[in-house]
């Protein structure tokens, strides 16, 4: 190998390294240069872009320069800016006690005693050392919020569509296209955001009849306030306490933020179970506001990707393919209140109550809740809503029971005035509990009990009073119970979920299920596995129930069959089906089977794309009815950095530019599937999490021939809602051996470095010119460097010869006294 010499030397002073050159094979002894490599960790001053790891936690890439810190320019020194000084995380007292260098821009890393910097050209990064002592609270998967970053200004655009046809045999047809998504803008910290639904459909069923609509359905900016550990929202939003039941409104809202905690302190995400009988629709909403949409395969299914700030009761509709509509509600389930000792957690909101026409809809109000963790295990908590003819007043306590769960109990009173009841007066109780047995492989994920006497009226109860001049289902009674349990030896696990409401007015509602799975062998068949559901369903007088059975059987690498039967309200149905994974992006299922209504077939197909999630299903009921659908899940997003279309995880949440230096078919990927980058080298992640460090790497193992990174991962916090940016130094062409001679025919001395325009690194000079080029692209420039400066440029040509560049000989043109050296960009610190 070209650089074998570095493995001779004849000894060690401090950092200097003394070559031994009498074991080089090298004709021209004199016409060598080593400097770079004979000090350890010295690096040529200038400026450049490096990967940052602060006890071997990685920073996002940042600008560094390097500076001589001796007279003979023997040593450099990195210097950190203030910026990026201000990410290491440095408790406020000690950064106090800092000293600077160079007029303030380079922090002297001695007035810390015991921090260490070092960098690596050959990795492209800095390593510092500090001692724990100096730092605020870290973890492996969590960053103090000084590490956090908003993300670069851009413009997003998310979208969920849903398209689907059906042709009934006994005559006429429906088509139905519908669609929500997030239109927003960055800048800075700040999330301006407006959300929108749309839906257009025509039928030839029933006369005919046709609808179309969009609406924008919301309009509101946000940003974090780290130093108050609180997100700050003005515009339209929902009313998100913990106490009160949510109604939109109209104002600003100033709420502590349990995402910026460290992830073993945040809250609890709700999450929908149920069982669809075809290929069905899912639409969850919240007062007309659609939160969740897709299509689901027939079976159990369970939705557990909601949003943690969703609160109070979900309407759910699951939409069969041959018309029918399942529909029932979903009180979402929060642990009981506890905080942790010392600390204070508070929800303000001010503002007005209004509807989907963004027109008020009641009187003005203030609300706030605070919840105070007064000792080891007790908590205190309490709220209020204050408006002209309505208010309500909150207070409980929480208690950490230890081994026997958590407990919390809270009591609220409301008064209202209404036009056509005059005052009305009631008090509501709620008793919450949690517990995980771990000596039973059981969880209580939650158990709760409210009672309200009949006078007793939430806001939303309220407002609804207002628009419709008359009280509606008022609350009497709601009991829910959410249960896990393993059965290990069996290897078996249950699932149950129980929600009972009565109401002083309305007809009970009921729902409960109950899923048992179990996976095992059966002889030389591994890995079999099994499940039975039972639920049922009792919604505004109608009673659901049904039973769900399924068994799958692996088969091949990536597939299995399985055999599932059900029966929901006296009707029974029988599926064989074949599902297999064709690679990382795509798979597909094969149905058919036999109900009371005759034989039905399906087809259901995945594919994760670059540009868009998409999934396609079509189905053919015997006698009744054929139907077509599809799903299509994307983005794009814009910034000063670079644009790209892509899939999307959470509508309207964090995600990641990656510039791979304009280099297109570049493979690279956050925690899921990979995306290769556009044709301008770049491409976004976007299942990545906010407060949360995430990963970007390259996927070293399906990168082009031509093309080499390098480095490969990188690692960052960003807030909600950011447009992360993060760039890899990739080398993109061609490579060969090639001789470089200087224009009176000598050549650059052995050890000389070859630089490309984006200052990267693509080539060193052995014997005789001779070096193996990396980065080969038709008439890119490049600068060799020897004796700590570029001295002299040469150019590809447009064309390579026919037999290709291998074993060619390139003319290196001098640089004159004056002459741009510089082959790295300025670097703002």
């Not at 046809?165 to 139905?176: E, F």
């Not at 892509?646 to 599937?673: M, Q």
Request: aromatic fraction near 10%; include cysteine.
């Amino acid at each position: 190998m070209i650089l074998s010499y570095l493995l001779a030397f004849e000894g060690v002073q401090a950092e200097d390294f003394q070559f031994n050159l009498d074991v080089l094979d090298v004709a021209d002894r004199e016409n060598i240069d080593l400097d770079k490599f004979s000090r350890r960790g010295y690096i040529m001053p200038g400026d450049y872009s490096m990967a940052v790891y602060i006890n071997k936690q990685e920073l996002p890439e940042h600008p560094i320069s390097f500076y001589s810190s001796d007279a003979d320019g023997k040593d450099s020194e990195a210097c950190l800016g203030p910026r990026l000084v201000g990410m290491l995380g440095l408790k406020v007292e000690v950064e106090e006690k800092l000293t600077w260098w160079r007029e303030g821009r380079c922090l002297n890393p001695r007035s810390l005693p015991g921090m260490s910097i070092r960098g690596e050209l050959g990795t492209s990064s800095v390593y510092i050392s500090v001692p724990q002592a100096y730092l605020e609270y870290t973890a492996d998967n969590w960053d103090p919020p000084s590490r956090w970053d908003d993300g670069v200004p851009g413009v997003i655009l998310d979208y969920n569509l849903s398209a689907r046809a059906q042709d009934y045999q006994r005559g006429g047809n429906k088509r139905d296209l519908s669609g929500n998504g997030v239109l927003g803008f960055n800048y800075g910290a700040w999330r301006v955001r407006a959300d929108w639904q749309a839906y257009a459909a025509d039928s030839s069923r029933s006369n005919g009849s046709s609808s179309n609509r969009l609406d924008w359905s919301r309009f509101y900016t946000y940003r974090p306030l780290p130093e108050l550990g609180a997100k700050l929202l003005i515009g339209e939003d929902y009313l998100n306490f913990n106490i009160f039941d949510s109604f939109r409104f109209t104002g600003a809202s100033l709420v502590t933020e349990d995402n910026m905690l460290p992830p073993n302190l945040r809250g609890y995400a709700p999450e929908v179970t149920g069982t669809a009988r075809t290929n069905a629709k899912v639409s969850i909403s919240q007062q007309g506001h659609m939160l969740y949409e897709t299509q689901v395969a027939s079976g159990p299914f369970r939705i557990q990707d909601l949003s943690e700030a969703v609160r109070g009761e979900l309407d759910v509709r699951v939409e069969e393919e041959d018309g029918s509509v399942q529909e029932f509600s979903l009180s979402t389930a929060t642990i009981p209140y506890l905080t942790r000792p010392g600390a204070i957690r508070y929800k303000m909101a001010l503002g007005r109550p209004s509807n989907w026409t963004h027109d008020a809809a009641g009187p003005w109000f203030g609300a706030g809740e605070l919840s105070w963790g007064i000792s080891n295990g007790w908590s205190l908590y309490g709220g209020a809503i204050v408006g002209k003819d309505y208010g309500a007043l909150a207070q409980g306590m929480g208690r950490d029971l230890m081994q026997f769960g958590a407990l919390s109990f809270d009591m609220t009173q409301s008064r209202a005035r209404l036009p056509q009841e005059g005052a009305l007066s009631g008090s509501s109780y709620r008793l919450s509990y949690s517990k995980m047995f771990e000596e039973y492989d059981s969880q209580v994920t939650f158990a709760g009990y409210r009672f309200s006497e009949r006078d007793f009226m939430s806001m939303g109860d309220y407002l609804d009073a207002l628009t419709f001049g008359t009280r509606t289902q008022s609350s009497k009674e709601r009991y829910t119970i959410t249960i896990n349990k393993h059965f290990r030896n069996l290897g078996l696990s249950g699932y149950v979920n129980y929600n009972h409401d009565t109401y002083w007015s309305e007809p009970t509602r009921d729902r409960y299920s109950l899923t048992l799975s179990r996976q095992f062998d059966l002889g030389s068949i591994k890995n079999l596995s099994s499940s039975l559901t039972l639920y049922r369903n009792k919604y505004s007088g109608v009673e659901d129930d049904g039973i769900y059975l399924s068994l799958s059987i692996p088969w091949d690498s990536f597939g299995s069959v399985t055999y599932s039967g059900s029966m929901n309200q006296g009707r029974a149905s029988h599926q064989a089906s074949y599902y297999n994974r064709l690679n990382e992006r795509d798979s597909y299922r094969l149905s058919l089977g036999e109900s009371d209504s005759g034989v039905m077939t399906s087809g259901y197909y995945n594919h994760s794309g670059d540009s868009a999630q998409v999934s396609v299903n079509a189905s053919h009921q015997e006698g009744q009815y054929s139907s077509v659908g599809m799903t299509l899940q994307g983005g794009v997003t814009l910034t000063g950095k670079g644009a790209a279309i892509h899939r999307v995880a959470a509508p309207g949440g964090a995600r990641v530019l990656v510039d791979t230096d304009d280099v297109s078919g570049i493979p690279v990927r956050g925690y899921g599937r990979s995306s290769t980058t556009n044709h301008f080298g770049k491409a976004v992640v976007s299942d990545v999490s906010s407060y949360y460090p995430s990963k970007v790497s390259i996927d070293l193992t399906a990168m082009p021939d031509n093309a080499e990174a390098v480095r490969s991962v990188t690692q960052g916090t960003l807030t909600e809602g950011a447009i992360g940016y993060r760039h890899f130094e990739v080398v993109a062409g061609e490579k060969a051996m090639v001789t470089i001679y200087r224009v009176n025919g000598s050549t650059p001395p052995f050890g000389a470095t070859v630089i490309n325009d984006k200052g990267q690194d693509v080539g060193v000079v052995g014997d005789g010119g001779s070096v193996y080029l990396s980065g080969i692209r038709p008439e890119k420039k490049m600068v060799v460097h020897w004796n700590g400066k570029a001295q002299c440029t040469f150019q590809l040509p447009k064309e390579p010869p026919k037999n290709g560049l291998s074993n060619a000989a390139l003319s290196c043109r001098m640089l004159m006294d004056g002459e741009n050296k510089n082959t790295k960009p300025d670097i703002d610190l």
